[in-house]
């Protein structure tokens, strides 16, 4: 069964990327944008990187969460504009070649984001400081999002002249009420973390990064000690649910786990029960 | 027209149920839970039954809304685990074929609960105490929650080790904020009352068991006073718009509307806001 | 290129109607529902106009957002029963055929309202006082709502009777919680401003209506302020995304903007960053 | 697991019904309609009979292949008009509620056809002589059709001034060409078995009913000697095409196969290849 | 009931058009495409009227079937190349704004021809001599085809160096075999009236073009003979069978006939039947 | 703008594949499968390079068709059934996660066979000899069959006891009549290429395989020939359609010309109609 994409733990860690770092620690691996300097401002390397990252965890069965987050004093500031204003200077041999070309590439981008969302293991986000532009489209691939009371959140696309395009305008929609998605999307206006709560965008706050890091930690540990086939499937059938119908989804469950639930995780788990002792799953 | 499954509300009274009541009083039914012993755990039997009340009252065009309630200290605690843990030690004659039945077992459980859906009257469910694992499952296939102070709920499949699959994996994502729903499941994580109102789970709370089926018994009496047909048809059409585009749905309830808008409900009503007096609906 | 239909500012500003005005400044039109002796109650009239107006606003490009609001002591008080219930006295021919009719009746009049969903720029409700039946239809069409203190709702067609058929079962759902919505329908209960805004169907509260004018004019005036491309592609992929799965979504908002990104306003917008000055974008 | 519905191959052949009648012979059920005098004619009573004796084949896994056929001169001379003019004459209480009734109706009258397409096994029809109006909507329900030479076709609805309301104009246009399907319901014009294999709609002609006979005997010995399982699973898939996109099917057909893939047929096909004998498959 | 378009038959007769002519007969509309001199080739103001025309045949309940024809010795030609060039010479302020504007002229000019299909009568293409191009997206909105032998087909648009944008590739992949539709679109290859016939596109062939003439006249008039409110159900539902599946369609038609079955056709079409006499229906 | 993958042509060429071969030729690429004493059976090597060498060619613009053949006596035996009984075999640690693994494996089979259909240029496939199982599955992902007198085709898979998981019964039923697909499915009887035209499963018929590369290497200049970017357009629009409703399709048709539309190639194809020569088109 070679065509499977498998990796092994060891190859995971020992892969480079130059603006962001991978740790795995528990079966909890964290992925941690690392450029500082720039608020960590997606340029394209940055932005290729994520989704080279996520697909790797999702062929290594020993991770069993992932944490995003982010180095320095913001989250992540959007979109790297310098790079991006590229596009208006790029050579243009034929009108019709170089949009079918940006097509392709506006594809590729939100692919890399995809990547996050593919993965078969739940995604935290957490995030703190400026989560900006193409910052909100990443962490809405995310399964959650955690946040710090510092943190500042805007659809800023509309301020640079654009419609979105990487994902916001597709995921956020299902994920906070209709009504303010399209004022934030129409005005770019800045909200808090405690707004954001409120709308659902974040699950919860901590007072600061180092609490926030504790909390999703914390969150991280919890979900890595459940059995792991379940939390996987679990996530298939969530994102299914999103664009089906329920009766497709009871439909597609039904046939799922005819095949999954004889695991041994469920033997573990019912066992663990009268012992009362902590179970222990296998990846 | 023999094919049409209809049936009279005195054969619907005499039907017996091991481990469920039913009593109709002023076109409100109220099925009850009850195996209060076991904490309304769902063995295969009254798992069967539910299916078969629902079924059975959606025949009655006398009954014009039904609650769903507990008996004892606790609405539901999940699935008797007793008898699921059978499936492991089934015979199994052939790989394969043993799968496809478990694939049709699956799908005759989620039917059950599907009765409650597809009831065509509005289906409230009252729930205290635990509402864990497959009551969560079951509420979802209600039109609307409500609780007393004490209920406790969690979506506890992920603590089995199994990936839940008669239904809150499918219908719960429609109900509450998506990052909640997956936080909830990914760590089955009790909640309270208030917690359930705030995402919406729960429309209002009630201070304890008797005022949770006082409020809901008004809610009844109020919704069973309405013109019956008006009420069907609402509760179609909300069930249709949640699996189709706005403009699918558009369409379907005017050609729906096309054949039922004449009826003498109608009539009655706007002639009871000319004498102001409450008005008297056929079933 | 003369099949498009286009329209001058001009001509727009010169359209008359019986019910409704229309003012348009600095390219925020106004339009205002104007029978306050009926409580702006929607009759046939109004109902076309509403249409009209709207699919006339969607040809100039000049405007770039809309604000519904009406005249008088409330907002709209729905459709006006004594046309309405014309339909009981109406001449029957052949029973098929008037229902056929009642279908095209039906169509047209959800068509109305749905001109102001189709309506390429952002449509912002300001609501008082009563809104009542199909006034809960026609705001559910527009992307906002902002109410004040007094406003009253009421998703009222249940009691005349009716199944609801001009829009609020189709959209509501997708703008507040789903058991929420079913109480509403079920029960048509009256709720006030702060229970709408909770519920998220909108977005927030003045303290009275000339207070919400101000609200809702400093809005307008912030969205008419930024790139209009970008906000009339942001609608479009709001919508696209409401009634599409995510992955159909991406690839329509890649297609999209590989013909529309590289608009002046995108430069114009880059270009204000730097000078920090409020940019001038084109219509 | 009592949920499932599952019967002995003795019970099913001890079932007796009015108008039809069902013979099991090595795996292959034969439904012969009975009313030969009536020209098979479907009054509600046969109607009823056809949904309940494919519900009750679908629960018996000893059946591997079903044929369809008609006693008599005829396959099927369509719904019996007799008892249809009955709904002019039924009594009419409330408008709303006689048409609420006629919904459900037609939707009991579909559902018994619909158990052809729901029975996990092929179901083969096997037409000749008259092939009218309901005989088409039934014949859509079925996996092949085969013809004698004598067979004339008609979508005859049209005639009694009706649009076809249980299958045909659902089924059909998935199964002939569109164009020719229009040309068919707009006129009602007969055709015979040579064009209807020309269009698609059978498969292959014989010269008369006992070769019509052979031809299909021999087609579901066929199919009754290949692995059950597999044969079910196909049917399953090509049913789920018909109605998802292709990417979808092929999500379901993997989550499908990763269940059912490993059964003893495989093994027993494999090594009847090796010995060149005849595989025996369980059922 | 002011909302709905309706149009009496003289208003509809007395409309002028400059490049096609309307006559009306015994129910039937003969649209006739008339620049004879430019092979029917669609300037803008032909396309303008044939959605014009077939918006207000729409309107007219006495129309019960329109033929739509070709004069001269080319049923059409296709686009007007001329006018289209000038989309290249069109002066463009901002590429985003004018590519906005060019989408929603290709929505416009799409619309025209979707009249065609949205016109609730059933529409009979007869073609003869040249159907090239932008013919074929206008014809594949026609329910049938019937060509003289003369005819000849060709998807030109690859040849002027474009992706076909007015509805070829969205229909004509559901009239045709899959395969062969490729190798037409990518190859723009001409064919001839027998291979039309063969693969679908064309129901049957005339010899000549008064020969066609007669044969479609005698189908029309066939239809027009028959219960009109059946013919318009039929056309819908076939229409919406093309775009949803098989259970959608099944409830439609079940919802859709609760309405529209007890109409005074049906009465009249079953009396017929017993008096042998032809049935005369209303509009 | 790195992140969109682009491969020149010399790269492309320099691959190296064990089991297949590449050739370029004035923008027509063929990929032969080359494992002739095997009769080019599927090996999970064979299976995993056609994925690859799909992909590749999709991001050299220079390739504009590509042509799929097999060397020797056969076109493709179908799958190695060497290999694929080793799933029988492997080790089972959780019977749970040893599912999963086997739904990746088949998704990852399915995947490479779905590069074929991604590729945006035609792909024909040239057929002969045997074409079996697998091989049926890969090559309806191609646009066009086409077919020598010799071909010999059959859907296999029930002949070694499982339902088809790569393909066929997802694509085959949206290019071949229903009820044939379903025989054929059912019986796995072979089929010559007479039947196979009939069937609409290969466009033509050569002689011989000399004949046959005759036919599809002329076909392949002729589409080699046409506007690169319309002909990518076009295959995007039918795959397009298949999956979506007519709607659906128009309007993304419309989004993707406003950006496309606009090529030098629409400029040279007009020119070349007025100087009647040959239009040369970049990649």
Redesign the interface.
Known sequence: ?????ELTLESLEASQYEHLTLEVSQHVATVTLSRPDKANALN??L??EI?QVFEAIDQVADIRVVILAGEGKHFCGGID?AEF????T?KR?????F????????????D?F?AIERCRV?VIAAVHGAVIGGAIDMITCC???YASCDAKFSIR?????????V?T???L???????????L????REFGAEEARTM????SIAKDKPALDMLVGE?AT??AS??P???????E??LF???????E??????????????????????KS?MTKQT?E??N
Chains 1, 2, 3, 4, 5, 6 share one sequence.
């Open positions: 069964m070679q065509l499977l994409k394209m390397q932005w290729a989704g504009l204003s590229a596009i208006f790029a041999d034929c009108e019709g070649r949009r079918e070309r940006l097509r392709r590439q506006i594809l590729a981008m939100q890399s995809t739940p399964d959650m999002r696309e509309i301020d640079i002249g654009m419609t979105a395009d994902g305008l597709q995921r929609p299902k994920i906070i009420p209709d009504g303010i998605m399209r004022e999307a129409y005005t770019g659902g965008l974040v699950n969150l919890e979900i459940k059995a086939l379940a939390i996987r499937g679990t996530k059938m969530i649910s999103r664009d089906h119908s329920v009766e989804g009871l439909n597609y469950i039904a046939t799922w786990n005819s095949a999954m639930i004889l695991s041994d995780d469920i033997q573990q788990a019912m029960r179970p799953f296998k």
